[in-house]
């Protein structure tokens, strides 16, 4: 009997592989021949090794500390005493000054009213932090954010001076205790003045004539001749802290230094554990003495040796403080290198924008056509 297509028994499809193609003779193992091109590549290729630094930070060198000089016998130091100064500010640039003449009662107060300026709640710093990059004055935080509950920033900064700009926005905010503090730190910049001034005179009367560098010492671009940058450095700062707290410094002096053009920084750091010199060649570090002001070299003074004298930055390093500090760095600038019209700072450089010009431009040449109109009818 015949069995319907239907009714026949379902049979499973066959999915063997074919057989493998049989291999060559006379041709090499593909292992044979992945050996050979391996070995030809190494040959032919030679690509060099790339070795790269062990740090992307430079080292940090403890040096013995500068010399100092005493500030009363400035103008009737020896020869062989100036050459050792000269040659400090040559090679880490920076020295050490006491018997500056400023009475402790007048720095000791400006820090304290300092102290009240990072009391402020954040809400009201917003309104007076240095934001656009061009502004140049106000609040910027320097490094390490808030972790636990009652531990503040590793640092903190606050650029003063002496715009009207500052003060309005200030007083805005703090009336009482902004006019307290910008007092004290007038006449306490008016007395740092005086003693930059004798310094750069000293410097100025003993390296030769170079009228060329004289003239490279200008105003920077938005330098207001005078202002300080007020840190402060909080309490038990853990050696990690610390750490982080150098790295992020290194970084951003090396990158962006002070905005502001100057001839010499004068740093009111006293009781500060050490004090470090950055510059883009090396970073050296020593323990400064007590009621010393540490006296870096600015931009202005390294134009005006011809390069002789380094222009770096320092900034003190606290450890081990059982409370907050307040440090402070004056930036000075000569008169004679100072733009006689007063600008506030907060303005930046006078500049004439792109359609400022094609106005100017539009009313030059109505007025041309007039004139040529009038001079044809006439």
């Not at 402790?104 to 402020?120: D, N, V, W």
């Not at 930036?331 to 400022?356: A, C, F, H, M, R």
Request: charged residues 25%.
């Amino acid at each position: 009997m015949a069995l319907s297509p239907e009714s026949m028994p379902e049979m499973p499809f066959d999915f063997r592989a074919p057989p493998p193609s049989p291999i060559a003779s006379g041709r090499r193992s593909c292992v044979t021949n992945e050996d050979v091109l391996s070995e030809f590549l190494q040959h032919s290729l030679r690509v060099p090794d790339l070795v790269l630094p062990d740090k992307v930070f430079p080292r940090q060198n403890f040096i013995e500390n500068p010399p100092k000089i005493d500030f009363q016998l400035l103008s009737s130091m020896e020869s062989d005493s100036l050459s050792k100064i000269f040659d400090s500010i040559a090679r880490i640039g920076c020295f050490q000054l006491v018997n500056y003449g400023i009475e402790g009662e007048c720095i000791r107060s400006a820090l304290a009213a300092a102290a009240g300026i990072f009391q402020l709640p954040p809400e009201k710093r917003r309104a007076v932090t240095r934001s656009p990059p061009e502004k140049l004055y106000g609040f910027e935080e320097a490094y390490g954010e808030k972790e636990e509950e009652g531990e503040g920033k590793v640092s903190e900064e606050f650029v003063w001076c002496r715009g009207a700009g500052l003060k309005l926005e200030m007083e805005a905010i703090w009336p009482v205790g902004y006019s307290n503090f910008s007092e004290k730190m007038e006449s306490l910049l008016c007395d740092i003045e005086k003693v930059a001034e004798k310094i750069l005179m000293a410097i100025r009367q003993n390296l030769p004539p170079k009228t060329d560098y004289e003239n490279d010492m200008k105003q920077g671009q938005g330098g207001i001749g005078s202002g300080c940058y007020v840190y402060k450095h909080s309490r038990n700062m853990s050696a990690e802290k610390c750490s982080g707290s150098l790295r992020y410094d290194v970084i951003r002096m090396l990158i962006r230094g002070f905005d502001y053009s100057h001839a010499l920084c004068l740093h009111v750091c006293d009781g500060s554990s050490e004090f470090h010199v950055y510059s883009k060649k090396g970073w050296v570090s020593f323990c400064p003495d007590k009621d010393a002001l540490v006296i870096t070299v600015g931009d202005q003074t390294q134009a005006l040796s011809g390069g002789q004298f380094k222009h770096v930055i320092g900034r003190p390093i606290y450890k081990g403080k059982e409370e907050d500090c307040i440090s402070m760095a004056f930036l000075y600038s000569p008169p004679s290198t100072t733009n006689t019209t007063k600008v506030d700072p907060q303005k930046g450089k006078n500049t004439i924008s792109l359609s400022q010009q094609a106005i100017a431009a539009i009313v030059l040449t109505l007025v041309y056509h007039i004139l040529v109109f009038v001079y044809n009818k006439f």
